[in-house]
């Protein structure tokens, strides 16, 4: 039986074991939500690479449905790149630093979407190291039909405006800062067909599967198991 006086030396112990125990239950329930919201979106991604792209002018971009079930389509676009105006995303790919160039792409009528049309290494980032790839002319692209979607956090560097280097994809602040006229809420991820001097590379869907990171299973059992152990 616990004492009287005991019950003061106890009560600190007990309060931290109850806040913490809260606080490691809510963790493991977070990454488990993390978990079906990750699978949502490869299941997504992998049947918008299923389905035969379909015209992006044939396609009303206010009236896709909201969240991730209109994220991704299957689409292709034809039009003449300007290639003067593409612009930069600082990436890695294979632990390799380098960057996506997104160009813009202007159909013959209608507004210009940009086009993101892959990765380069750092060495490659300026057009003059991939002239091969600055291709001329009416071009066919087809990939992925993707809603922009805000990711950034307060570690998110500020873009290098004046070298055209954005550290995430936001082709409204884009347009805006450099006076494009694009769409503003969506790009086109080009797929694996070959460029020119092979750069840019594209990427089919199930390339981007897998490279999506799902590991929120074994995280939220680690929460959990922490907090058992704590119990």
Known sequence: MIQADEKPALLLPTLFTAVALVVLVSLGAWQWQRMHWKQDIVAKLAEAGQQPPRDLASID???LPPGEAG???GAKATGRFL??????VFWTRGNQPGYLVLTPLQPRTGTAILVNRGFVPERLRRPSARPQGQVAGEVTVEGLLVRARPATSIFTPEPDVAGRIWYHLAPAEMAASLDLKVVPTHTLAAGETSNPGGWPQGRSAQSWISDIPNRHFEYALTWWGLALTLL
Do not use: N
């Not at 290639?83 to 930069?88: G, I, N, S």
């Open 71 to 73: 994220r991704f389509i």
């Open 83 to 88: 290639h003067d105006q593409e612009v930069y």
């Open 61 to 63: 971009l206010e009236r």
